[in-house]
């Protein structure tokens, strides 16, 4: 992580890969492989940056991890017009993108939420 950056701005650009991330594979334009190389990092960087000021704005990026985790682990069958499984995680992954987004443009410079 960048010295140079406050722990809260540090998560929000952490929040931002997780987005990223997400919606890459979401769209099409990365593999389960990816999915899985990606979340294991930001697994990682969540584990440094989580500090007593970041903690209750990083539930939903971590949250949004578990989910990419999830997703790219789980066995593809045969179809995906019948992977019903898949298709729910998807929607957990895109309802996690969207509240991470929320939640970041709430944040004010110090941490605090903004409503």
């Known amino acids: 992580m960048n010295q140079h950056l406050t ?4 998560a929000n650009l952490i929040a931002g890969h997780a987005v990223a991330f997400a919606t890459a ?18 697994f990682l960087d969540l584990l440094v ?3 007593v000021e970041t903690s209750t704005f990083l ?14 682990r789980r066995r593809i069958p045969e179809s995906l017009e019948t992977d019903a499984r898949g298709e729910r995680w998807h ?10 987004q929320h939640e970041s443009r709430e944040l004010s410079p110090t941490g605090a939420h903004r409503s």
């Open 25 to 42: 594979y979401l769209d099409g334009r990365h593999t389960a492989a990816q999915l899985a190389d990606n979340a294991d990092r930001l």
């Open 59 to 72: 539930v939903p990026v971590q949250l949004l991890t578990v989910a990419m985790m999830q997703t790219a």
């Open 91 to 100: 929607q957990v992954m895109a309802a996690l993108v969207e509240l991470v």
């Open 7 to 10: 722990r809260i701005e540090q």
């Open 49 to 51: 940056i989580q500090s």
